[in-house]
């Protein structure tokens, strides 16, 4: 997969909009997952440590009247053909009428998720690429007023964060 295809894939990426707004429940997952490939760690992130974590980030960057619910991102992402969640199949009965899973069975079963292997391996070794994903998500669905903001809940250092 070439870095134009990834690329692709994010800018082909669909989080919900409701009344003109986009929620930021799927970008910042992505940029949370991101920041962790950049510090080194697992490519899989169980479901239990999403919920907790991306479960703050939506506190502190999502509107008051957006549900917080970490398990939509988690298992919608799937869709996007960006992220994977392991042992998918076993979670397939469990979906309801619009193919969702609850937070209560994801925190039961605790599946990991995680960008699909050859996505990591070039956001990995390709910081340019990672650099315009990270760019992009932020510039498409997030007001630049917050830009270093959630840079910074996430954990994601720019040395050039002037130009963001």
Known sequence: MTSKDIMDKF???NPRKTEG?????????????????RRGEERLIPYSQVDEDLGK???EFGSNKMKRGTNY???RLRNDSIWEVTDEEQFLPLQNNKGDI?????????????????????LQSDD??????IDYVLDK??????????LQ????????????
């Open 11 to 13: 800018q082909n990426m």
């Open 21 to 37: 707004e986009y929620s930021p429940h799927k970008p910042l997952l992505v940029l949370y997952a991101i920041a962790k490939l």
């Open 57 to 59: 980030l939506l506190q």
């Open 73 to 75: 991102p988690f298992w």
């Open 102 to 122: 609850s937070r209560k069975n994801l925190l039961y079963h605790n599946p990991s998720g995680g960008f699909h292997e050859c996505i990591t391996e070039k």
């Open 128 to 133: 340019i690429l990672l650099s315009k994903i």
């Open 141 to 150: 669905y997030f007001d630049s007023t917050c830009h270093r903001d959630i």
């Open 153 to 164: 809940a996430v954990g994601i250092e720019i040395p050039n964060i002037s130009q963001i």
